[in-house]
């Protein structure tokens, strides 16, 4: 097996080819001790197996951000037969900035021009066979989203799997070193006779002239202290303005390249009409809340097909379970464990499914086309005071709508420490059913006064955030990676529809999964809690748990009835108040969790003469920032990839609200 | 003009940068996305608060306000 590492900047179509190449043959995972993604994948050719490492992207290979640490690492630990560089045709003397960084690291490598279409579209016309032997490495002109192309890509690689080549830093040492006392130049002799593995003493020297932290610690442990002594007197002449030297050296060496392999003729550059509009302060955020709502709609469209048929199983499944298991003669038990557990289980998961469907299409689509950073750009500055990146307004915002899906939405930011941060905030922010449930309550028991609960609810949702970025937000965003905005609005470009399709479709396919196993274990053990032969809530697990742990829930101003409403509620939202409808309300309805009748119209009038004040204020809050329900539970664990996340962020939300119904219930006391 | 930084100039203008102040951190993250000393760019948008944009190496790229007063350029 051959280990080849995927190396490219943002947006120079690194996950199209890796898609490409190994489709449904993908891992994710994390990389050991780091929040950090693991994406690896293998594929077959000519009878031999490839694996592929998709390395965080970055726009360089100075350590300063997690990602860019395990980058490094995966290729100066020489783990990688073969590094695979993928660089944008139309950018190219920016993108390749990569491959300079790389220079001088001693593993086998190819390069990737990749969108030699746009290349060809601005009026580039870049000679691949000089390059190639300028650099001395395998170099293909490519087009990523092409399928044609792929026969050649797979030559270009078996040759440089065959016939290894390095590429080596000499060009970029000469640049810098025709500087009078160069520094570089300095460092290198200073590091005489130490031994870098893969890397040479330039690529090192360079490194510590930037400042790199992880070389900085490797050389002082490398060399002798007097010998450390005199490297940092040489950095410290330097101060931070070494990174310049180098980084123009490699600029230098990167047009010397290009100078004569690439034609261009030079245009004159205007933002366009749009981008006008779309990068304005006030229209462009307009512009971007339009597209949100639009988007939300759209995912409603897209999801309501899914939606029929999860619902349409549950109600069609029904009767006919019943009267199967009549006419066999069968165990009751098993009736309502197949209508419950299984057909229950299943159709919810059908369900949420579809909403993460339409969610993960609008948002990839977004990203594909190149507008996801203009989103970032207008929404920097309210995002970036939590630490998130702009574009975090997407999934935040679509979370109104179905914290699942907005969970699977997250995926649109590039730091898992991001990701996992916003899906703290996400489960702050109520979807449609939660605000309904909310308001319903807020009507029922305190009729007029429920605009006030409205407006204290919205105060407390962002002062949750407050608390969030104060709980998490140092762990999952250090605050010495928040940075002001440096971003490139790459380009617009027409959307991949075939490979967007099929992403789409593999991300749908995994959450179903994951959330059908969660989904189901949940329903089970809902039902097991509240099964009772008679329909009777006083034979049911739930009543005995309830009733034993009474004394504690009513310091949350919660009687048995209502602390079983409420995990209820963490199943989902509707289940709480179907709960209350059986509890309070008459009881010819059968008590049971997923095959619910409606909330009785008159279930309002019951719930306020059953439930005294202070024990509806106390519910009211409980309710505000209970847990989602069990499909978010089951889409925060596959993005978090993590089951020890998804319980932190269950037992945060469970503290916050417990916490809450505590305060209100007496305070209610005392004013009621 | 002397002493100008990437914040002041204005729509269409056309500049090279001089010098970038700041630690390494903010240097290899500038130098890294194309915009080094001698490197010259287009201003394409610049409202006096939001983060700038500027044309520089076949992209467009923003720039924080804070970190633009880092960057000195010349017309
Ligand atoms: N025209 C054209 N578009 C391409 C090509 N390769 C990729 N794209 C498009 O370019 C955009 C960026 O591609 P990605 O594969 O997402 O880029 P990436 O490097 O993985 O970027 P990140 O996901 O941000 O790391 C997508 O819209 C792709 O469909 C190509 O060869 N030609």
Redesign the pocket.
């Known amino acids: 097996m051959k280990t080849i590492a995927l190396l ?12 490409a190449l190994t489709g449904a043959h993908q891992r994710v995972g994390n990389w050991p001790g780091k929040t950090v993604e693991k994406a690896e994948g293998d594929f077959f050719y000519k009878e031999q197996l490839f694996r592929i490492a ?1 390395l965080p ?1 970055s726009y360089g290979l100075t350590a300063n951000s997690e990602e860019e640490v395990v980058t490094r690492d995966f290729i100066e630990r020489g783990n990688a037969d073969l590094v695979c560089l ?1 660089v ?1 045709a139309s950018q190219l003397e920016r993108s390749l900035f990569m491959l300079a960084d790389f220079a001088g690291i001693h593993c086998p490598a190819m390069l990737v021009l ?5 290349a060809k579209e601005n009026g580039k016309t870049i000679d691949v066979a000089k390059i190639e032997s300028l650099l001395g490495i395998p170099v293909l002109g ?5 399928d044609a ?1 792929y026969p050649k890509f797979y030559e270009t690689l078996e040759k440089a799997v065959e016939n290894p080549r390095i590429l080596s830093a000499e060009g970029i040492r000469k640049i810098a070193d025709a500087v009078k006392d160069s520094s570089v130049e300095r460092l290198e002799s200073l590091l005489d006779g130490a031994d870098f593995g893969v890397r040479e003493h330039f690529w090192v020297a360079s490194k510590l002239l930037e400042n790199d932290p992880l070389v900085m610690a490797e050389v002082r442990a490398t060399v002798s202290p007097d010998r450390f002594a005199e490297v940092e007197a040489v950095l410290k002449s330097e101060k931070s303005a070494g990174g310049l030297i180098t980084g123009e050296a490699k600029y230098r060496w990167i047009s010397e390249i290009l100078r004569d392999s690439v034609v261009e003729k030079k245009n004159v550059v205007k933002l366009s009409r749009f981008d006008k509009i779309a990068t304005h302060r006030i229209k462009g955020k307009l512009l971007a809340f339009g597209i949100m709502f639009v988007t939300l709609i759209g995912c409603m469209v897209l999801a309501l097909p899914g939606m029929m048929i999860g619902f349409g199983l549950m109600s069609v499944s029904g009767p006919v379970v019943h009267s199967i298991s009549e006419s066999l003669g069968i165990w009751p038990v098993l009736e309502s464990f197949v209508n419950g557990v299984l057909i229950g289980g299943l159709g919810l998961t059908i369900c949420m499914t579809s909403f993460v469907f339409a969610i993960v299409f609008v948002f990839a689509l977004v ?4 507008y996801m950073a203009r989103f970032s750009y207008v929404f920097d500055s309210w995002l970036s005071r939590l630490g998130l990146h702009g574009k975090a307004i997407m999934p935040l915002f679509s979370g109104l709508a179905c914290t699942a899906g907005a969970a699977c939405g997250t995926r649109v930011l ?1 730091m898992r420490g991001q990701r996992l941060f916003a899906m703290v905030l996400l489960w702050g922010i109520p979807c449609g059913a939660k605000l309904s449930v909310v308001l319903f309550l807020a009507t029922a028991f305190f009729g007029s006064a429920a605009p006030l609960f409205a407006l204290v609810f919205l105060i407390l949702i962002f002062a949750s955030f407050y608390l969030s970025s104060k709980i998490f937000g140092g762990k999952l965003l250090p605050l010495e990676e928040r940075v002001g905005m440096i971003m490139e609005l ?1 380009p617009y ?4 529809w075939k ?2 399709l099929k992403m789409v479709g593999r991300n749908t396919w995994s959450v179903f999964k994951k959330a059908l196993v969660i989904i189901v274990s949940a329903s089970l053990i809902f039902w097991a809690l509240s099964y009772s032969s008679d329909g009777n809530v006083e034979n049911t697990v739930l009543y005995t748990i309830g009733n034993a742990i009474e004394p504690v829930t009513k310091l949350f101003g919660m009687r048995w009835q209502l602390f079983v409403s409420y995990l209820g509620g963490v199943f989902s939202k509707e289940a709480s108040l179907g709960i209350m409808s059986t509890i309070f309300g008459s009881t010819d309805t059968a008590f049971s969790l997923i095959s619910r009748d409606d909330a009785g119209a008159n279930l309002a009038e019951v719930l306020s003469a059953a439930v005294s004040k202070p024990e509806a204020l106390a519910f009211v809050f409980a309710s505000m920032f209970n847990v989602p329900c069990v499909l978010a539970m089951g889409s925060t664990y596959r993005e978090a990839n993590s089951l020890k996340w998804m319980f932190a962020i269950m037992g945060y939300y469970f503290a916050i609200s417990l916490g809450l119904a505590f305060v209100a219930y007496h305070v209610g006391l005392l004013i009621f | 003009m002397k002493n100008s930084t990437l914040g002041d100039l204005k729509v269409d203008q056309t500049g090279v940068v001089c010098k970038i102040h700041g630690d390494s951190r903010f240097i290899s993250r500038i130098i890294s996305i194309g915009l080094t000393p001698n490197s010259s760019f287009t201003v394409l948008q610049n409202d006096g608060r939001s983060p700038v944009l500027v044309y520089c190496r076949d992209t467009i790229i923003a720039i924080n306000r804070k970190e633009c007063a880092q960057i000195e350029v010349s017309l």
């Not at chain 1, 990749?114 to 746009?118: C, K, L």
């Not at chain 1, 490519?142 to 092409?146: L, M």
């Open positions: 490219g900047q943002p947006n120079s179509g690194k996950s199209t080819l890796y898609n998709d992207g993928i944008d990749n969108m030699m279409d746009v490519f087009t990523a989203s092409d192309e990203e594909n086309v190149g590039d790459p470009h027409k959307p991949q490979a967007l």
